[in-house]
């Protein structure tokens, strides 16, 4: 089973940047399609978006759509999140998570089976 760790947290400010990673070992992420979802302080976590296994087609949900781009490095075994144009309503602990094949949104949090502990992101001035 692939094991995740979740990096590239941190506090920006309104309109920064932030690009976060998800590393993945004990398996290959080539058969996996990565999910990142995130959980503001007491609310429900929610899926952001995700890239397939096979041909690394993606998917967004439409409050990060535009601003925020997912792409994998099958060589480095890692899955990456870039966040632009933040707003304080991207604020709380971002996980990826995995499903084994290929996957389209939206996105369940019931049909990834192995999340990482999360990073937490903090959009304030």
């Known amino acids: 089973q692939v094991q995740l760790v979740e990096s590239g947290g941190g506090l920006v400010q309104p309109g920064g940047s932030l690009r976060l990673s998800c590393a993945a070992s004990?398996?290959?992420?080539?058969?996996?399609?990565i999910g990142w979802f995130r959980q503001a302080p007491g609310k429900e976590r929610e899926g952001v978006s995700c890239?397939?296994?096979?041909?690394?087609?993606?998917y967004y949900e439409d409050s990060v759509k535009g601003r925020f781009t997912i792409s994998r490095d099958n060589a480095k075994n890692t899955v990456y999140l870039q966040m632009n144009s933040l707003k304080p309503e991207d604020t709380g602990v971002y996980y990826c998570?995995?499903?084994?094949?290929?996957?389209?949104?939206?996105?369940?949090?019931?049909?990834?089976?192995?999340w990482g502990q999360g990073t937490q992101v903090t959009v304030s001035s």
């Open positions: 998570a995995a499903v084994l094949g290929d996957y389209t949104g939206p996105l369940v949090i019931a049909d990834f089976g192995s």
């Open positions: 004990g398996s290959t992420l080539n058969y996996y399609t």
């Open positions: 890239i397939s296994s096979s041909d690394g087609s993606t």
